[in-house]
């Protein structure tokens, strides 16, 4: 890619972390540190397009580049819009303008313009069977060799936040110190665990009918991701559980359930205990909720309730049997 940003530039995508990167890179291509008190502007793109034209056709104060940054421009009105597109048109603006976006209609004009006279960055998450390679590739660039299974279960088991994994590479790669290699130990030993171990408390809780400790990890897990994320790794968590049952079923040994599963070993032994509180006819059931929930959340309703009711309905299937097994012990 060239030096520098010579024209509007939109960053889209719903991947918040790839997206800030790609913004301080633009930035340090374009605009040296020194310069940025005088020549950087942060706007919302929900602000009155009028301010927002006028910064963008604001001259550089007292050196070569000036930039302008208009973060959520999906909030910027349908009425405005037309204003931008005018704007961007025009093709002299004394100002670089970088456009972050999460999604815009790409039918519309102002989308189409961006494409057909700016640069678009697509910021898009990466998906799970990818990010182990992403991983790897940051412990290579941190000076760090990742040994067998380090990336997969990294992934593992620091949940869906390429955020939460880019800190965690960091933390392994100054806990090994000058040792050029990182282990699975490694892993075990400084892992945050951020969204496995609190998906782990919150199946434990919903297989106990633990409806009030199922909604404390469920809390737990949105004051670091967005509802969608966490419906993902409940639902890559009960299919985990699914595949684990269904290996014991046919007899596959704990030692190889790692390898079938695609997971860290510390990672599968917990799964296999999970499991072990299933029948098998019961998983239907729960992907029939997992998947209503899905269509919920995605067709407009509150996230957050929907994903509570979610858990109080599946520990509440769960609830006889768990009290009956109290009982027994009793």
């Known amino acids: 890619m060239r030096s520098g940003v010579d024209g509007p530039t939109l960053i889209i995508g719903d991947e918040e972390y790839l997206a800030e990167q790609t913004l301080a890179r633009l930035l340090d291509e374009t605009l040296p540190p020194d310069d940025r008190q005088l020549n950087l502007d942060v706007l919302d793109g929900g602000a009155p397009v009028g301010e927002l034209l006028i910064r963008l056709d604001t001259a550089p104060f007292f050196g070569p580049r000036r930039v302008v940054v208009i973060r959520r421009l999906e909030a910027m009105r349908e009425a405005d819009q037309e204003a931008l597109v005018t704007y961007l048109e025009r093709g002299d603006s004394p100002t ?63 949940g869906g936040s390429l955020r939460d994994l880019y800190h965690e590479v960091a933390k392994l790669a100054a806990y090994v110190g000058e040792r050029p290699q990182v282990t699975t130990a490694d892993v075990e030993a400084i ?114 309730l929907v994903l509570e009711t979610l858990i109080v309905r599946l520990a509440g299937r769960r609830a006889p049997a768990a009290q009956q097994r109290t009982a027994s012990r009793a």
């Open 191 to 304: 892992a945050s665990r951020l969204g496995e171990a609190t998906i782990f408390t919150l199946v434990d809780a919903v297989g106990g009918g633990n409806a009030g400790g199922a909604l404390g990890a469920l809390h737990d897990n949105l004051a670091t991701h967005e509802p969608l994320q966490v419906l993902f790794m409940i639902v890559r968590q009960f299919r985990l559980i699914a595949r684990a049952h269904a290996a014991a079923a046919k007899g596959r040994s704990s030692e190889r359930l790692a390898e079938h599963l695609g997971v860290h070993p510390f990672v599968a032994r917990k799964i296999a205990e999970q499991a072990r509180g299933y029948r098998a006819d019961q998983f239907a059931g729960i992907f029939d909720a997992l998947e209503a929930a899905d269509r919920a959340i995605k067709s407009g309703s509150a996230p957050r």
């Open 96 to 158: 670089t303008g970088i456009f972050i976006a999460r999604e815009m209609d790409r039918r519309r004009r102002l989308f189409l313009t961006f494409k057909r006279v700016g640069t678009i960055i697509e910021c898009r998450p990466i998906p799970p069977r990818d990010r182990p390679a992403w991983v790897a590739a940051l412990f290579v660039a941190a000076g760090k060799i990742p040994g067998r299974g380090v990336a997969e279960g990294l992934v593992a088991t620091s």
